[in-house]
């Protein structure tokens, strides 16, 4: 996959004192397509926040005039809806608890890559551009039943694990994205450390065994060095 | 860890053993033991003035009634003895004429009481010798002589009163003596017991220093001039050692810091320059190469960092009373996978449930750690068992596995940050693991315990010794 290819379009706001971070976020996503504008103050980020509609909003923790958690306060507070990426060099388990409390949706710790802070930006685009959540997700013959927690290819019962359920949600649901593997350990195992490497490659592979076992085409691409992705290769 | 000296416990044998290590308590109780003592000597001194004044009076009496009996005639005599004797409503007094014979011929005695000497000086009778002439009588003063015609005079008086004085004289001593040992006790207590409550603090703290908090400082006392000296000295080698340690750590964790952030730029570049190359380009292998290389270096400074960032949190806010069987199930759930890549076998024993108040994403982490290392270091074939066991100590959680193991003069060393031990040197990691698991453990206050296990591999334990509550 190509990084300048995204599957959608938006306009984001990067809130971030330091030049040399914003620059590599605003390069970033800007080779992912989305339209960027900067603030450098909590002040200034909050004002363009009320005053024109983004889509993400990604927000340093620490900024010189006020705290970032004030302004998801205040954003929150005003019913601005808009999903926020806190980044911040606070990697404290508590400091990110206290950031998503705040109303914030992701946190990211600094330093990041980049390509995994886009990724970030594209899943919050996606769940918030959902107003609904289909109880039913498809993809080549492939059917994810979000009641009875269960997938089928064709009429073949995939007979999924709870985990392995989780997992295949995951990637349909954010079909199309790179999804790192610190994103998918947080998001099936909702914990927040480094996984490794090998952890989520053998759960991927258990998934695609079982897929491929029904004759499912291959659809869990892995995007090198940065992670896998869901949808037909 | 250290293991801790029993706590003394709050029975009063063991307050008072505690109370008598105080130099204040034992110099009141010394105190007041010696002044005791002399006010029991001032009694007796109190009492043989007495007793002396008292025999005088006596005696001086008994002469004088010798005198006036003596001087007397005969007919006289008689009667002044029965009107003495009329007069002693107490019935102290015994007065007896006996002829040379020692027939009675006036008075209340019936014969010369033996031993009495007849030399007109008072003197001490034996009561005992003479009982049926003194009946209730506890001691006698009585002064015999012979009288000018022949006769004999005896004079005699019960001394009682003496003895009444004595017994209450040293009951009052006792007494009051008693309440002077009380009293000094009670003392001793009142000026030891900040004292006592003083030192316990210094034990506290000075335990939670053993335990590697050293932010704690030693308690300083409200009148222990003495201790709070020593604790000041103390407090101050403690604010050094801090100081030291403290730049030891920041200096690791600011290397770590620092090389973080250029090394994630170092990524992001071979990251892109992978993307801009065609699928088919021979460049691939190489920078997936040099990418897993960088991410190898990233987990590993990400780790210190981690350490660091745990070992630094004083806060226990993410406590709670967490189930740990939930938290083990998902473990297995999570490692299985990997175990079975590798073909060994990875089982969660059956048992009760237990309840831990914890963080329980660090438990987790910690406990996958063992798992992370348990699977790297056990060959195919082999097996590795994760158990929750309650005993007496609480909770304790085990993951045993078949590998090499750990030979005992080593154990200390793995939890040491990058230790990695010859035989590991070529199965990929950090060698930071084991320090992590340390850190999450010890900011819960249990313990990790390195031994072999059954099946002859490494057998790593956290004991999840209950809390006793910390202020």
Redesign the interface.
């Known amino acids: 996959m190509?990084?300048t290819t995204s599957a959608y379009s938006g306009r984001i706001l990067v809130i971030e004192d330091d030049d040399s971070t914003a620059e590599?976020i605003v390069a970033e996503l800007t080779s992912h397509a989305f339209q960027v504008d900067r603030a450098g103050t909590g002040n200034e980020g909050l004002a363009l926040a009320l005053s024109s509609g983004y889509d993400v909003i990604t927000l340093d923790r620490m900024l010189p005039d006020i705290d970032g958690l004030n302004v998801v306060g205040a954003l929150r507070a005003r019913n601005i809806q808009t999903p926020v990426l806190m980044i911040s060099a606070l990697?404290?388990?508590?400091e990110r608890?206290r950031g998503l409390r705040a109303g914030g949706d992701d946190y990211l710790t600094?330093?990041?890559?980049?390509?995994e802070m886009a990724a970030r930006v594209e899943v919050l685009l996606r769940r918030h551009a959902q107003a609904a959540e289909p109880t039913q997700l498809r993809a080549r013959g492939l059917l994810l039943d979000r009641v009875a927690h269960n997938a089928f290819y064709g009429d073949l019962d995939l007979d999924l694990?709870p985990?392995e359920y989780q997992l295949l949600e995951f990637l349909m649901r954010n079909s199309g994205q790179t999804l790192t593997r610190t994103m998918i350990f947080e998001a099936v195992?909702g914990?927040?450390?480094?996984p490794?490497?090998?952890?989520i490659e053998?759960?991927i592979?258990?998934l695609r065994k079982k897929l491929e076992q029904a004759g499912c085409p291959p659809l869990i691409q892995t995007v090198?060095?940065?992670g896998y992705q869901f949808g037909p290769a | 860890m250290t293991s801790r000296p029993a706590r003394p416990s709050e029975g009063s044998a063991a307050l008072f053993s505690e109370l008598w290590r105080i130099t204040s308590f034992r110099l009141t109780a010394l105190y007041g033991g010696l002044f005791a003592l002399a006010v029991v000597c001032l009694f007796a001194l109190i009492y043989w003035q007495t007793a002396r004044y008292q025999n005088q009076q006596v005696d001086q009496i008994l002469r004088n009634q010798a005198h006036v009996f003596s001087s007397a005639t005969s007919d006289q005599l008689d009667d002044d003895i029965a009107y003495e004797i009329a007069r002693d409503i107490r019935h102290i007094s015994f007065f007896g004429v006996f002829a040379a014979d020692g027939r009675p011929l006036a008075g209340n005695l019936a014969r010369v009481p033996h031993e009495l000497v007849l030399n007109g000086k008072p003197q001490a009778l034996p009561v005992e010798r003479n009982a049926d002439l003194f009946a209730q009588a506890l001691e006698i003063r009585a002064l015999g002589q012979t009288l000018d015609n022949g006769n004999v005079l005896v004079v005699a008086r019960d001394v009682a009163v003496l003895e009444q004085i004595r017994q209450s004289l040293l009951r009052g001593c006792f007494l009051i003596a008693a309440v002077i040992l009380l009293l000094g006790v009670l003392g001793g207590v009142f000026y030891s017991l900040p004292a006592v409550r003083h030192i316990r603090g210094i034990d506290r703290a000075a335990q939670r220093i053993a335990d590697g908090d050293y932010s704690q400082r030693l308690p300083l006392g409200l009148r222990n001039r003495e201790l709070d000296v020593l604790a000041q000295i103390v407090n101050a080698m403690l604010d050094e050692t801090e100081r030291l340690m403290g730049e030891v750590k920041t200096a690791s964790d600011n290397i770590a810091h620092d090389l973080r952030t250029p090394l994630t730029r170092l990524r992001a570049s071979i990251y892109r320059t992978q993307q801009s190359l065609e699928d088919s380009s021979p460049h691939h292998a190489a920078l997936n190469h040099a990418l897993t290389q960088t991410d190898l270096l990233l987990a590993r400074f990400r780790a210190l960092s981690r350490i660091s960032e745990i070992e630094s949190k004083r806060r226990r806010a993410g406590f709670s009373p967490t189930p740990l069987q939930p938290i083990l199930r998902k473990l297995v759930g999570l490692y299985e996978p990997l175990a079975n890549q590798g073909e060994v076998r990875l089982t969660l024993g059956a048992g009760a449930d237990a309840i831990v108040d914890c963080d329980g994403e660090l438990l987790f982490e910690a406990i996958g750690n063992l798992l992370d290392n348990a699977i790297k270091f056990t060959p195919a074939g082999g097996v590795i068992r994760v158990e929750l066991d309650i005993d007496e100590t609480g909770p304790v959680i085990s993951v045993a596995d078949s590998g090499p193991g750990i030979p005992s003069d080593l154990r200390k060393s793995v939890l040491q940050r990058f230790y990695r031990a010859d035989e590991a040197r070529n199965v990929p990691g950090s060698g930071l693991g084991l320090s992590l698991v340390d850190a999450i453990v010890r900011l819960h206050g249990f313990d990790f315990v390195l031994d072999e296990a059954s099946e002859g591999g490494v057998r790593a334990r956290i004991l999840c010794r209950q809390q006793r509550p910390t202020q």
Do not use: I, M, Q
Not at chain 1, 91 to 94: L, Y
Not at chain 1, 110 to 115: R, V
């Open positions: 190509n990084a590599e990697s404290d388990v508590d608890v600094k330093p990041f890559a980049s390509d694990k985990t195992w914990y927040h450390f480094d490794g490497t090998n952890l053998v759960h592979a258990g090198r060095g940065s």
